[in-house]
């Protein structure tokens, strides 16, 4: 029930081995061989970069929808989901700017982005992070897991989402892809 | 725009003199006869204990209750409002199990906390700290000035709050009472 904070720390060696990193808007990040998934903010001097975020309480989904979210979400470390996506983004001042009703007008009445996002459950297990309010680069980390044969679905959802208004709001995004390394 | 972290110091000196301080809910903190108010987050090893807290965008306010609170709201720093109040909150795990539609609710359709604040305007300046996602023992630091006059209404308006369903989630509250020192 309490925050967790977790560190996505990009290095030589890892348990998940980069498949390929892209940077969709905005800055790359620089380019490592694997990364770890950490619980806490290890003090790494190996890692070429440490993305931090915490899980915390939902911000937009009603309860009516997280009701029929929770029912066909999987868990994380399922044994045949060995790919995973990494995915940090950066929004705009201008997202930051508007009131709770107004970016949830945005991101579900016209994005769509909470029933986008459970057409593709039960196959894509899903972690959300908040790195705003901690001064980290990135607002967000989410965090995805799914078998090798789902991504042509995963990619269709992450194009869907990039095509909605939501995403005129998103300056920095990266797409780094995994493969689970043990 | 972006997040600012501020630090409430603790100690035997400081720019704010303690007047009183109250548990209103749950265990009090160490007497201190004095606050300082910090940007960042000073390493400061004569404090007797500091609170930190993010300021950072809108969560509860509709655009139609900002624009009505912002005309009417006072900045910090009125040379005439000599008192302030520290109220440093923290709310039980129920709270934050709920949706936002369901926190809206309790917040303001039922409680008023919004209507209720702006009342008391353009008597009160405040500003709100969000400390939960940092790991800090208290989800919210509020921060009120007013001049010495208003503090009767102050008693008033945190009063009202007290009373209300919103205030059933509250399982830490600390009222400090301070008088601008220099």
Chains 1, 2 share one sequence.
Request: charged share 30%.
């Amino acid at each position: 029930m309490n925050p967790t904070l977790s560190s996505f720390v990009g290095g030589d060696r890892g348990d998940w081995t980069v498949r390929r990193a892209v940077a969709v808007s905005g800055d790359a990040l620089a380019a490592v061989a694997a990364v770890d998934v950490v619980a806490g903010a290890p003090d790494d001097g190996r890692a070429r970069w440490v993305l931090r975020g915490v899980v915390s309480h939902d911000r937009y989904v009603t309860r009516a929808e997280k009701t029929l979210l929770a029912a066909r979400s999987p868990p994380l470390g399922r044994p045949e989901a060995t790919y995973a996506a990494l995915i940090p983004i950066k929004k705009s001042d201008a997202w930051w700017a508007m009131t709770q009703d107004e970016r949830r007008a945005v991101l579900e009445e016209r994005s769509r982005h909470i029933a986008i996002g459970g057409e593709y459950l039960p196959a894509i297990a899903r972690r959300l992070h908040h790195g705003r309010d901690l001064g980290e680069p990135f607002d967000f980390i989410t965090w995805f897991e799914y078998r090798p044969e789902d991504e042509p679905a995963f990619d269709e959802f992450v194009a869907r989402l990039r095509r909605s208004d939501e995403w005129r709001f998103v300056e920095r995004e990266i797409d780094i892809r995994l493969v689970r390394t043990t």
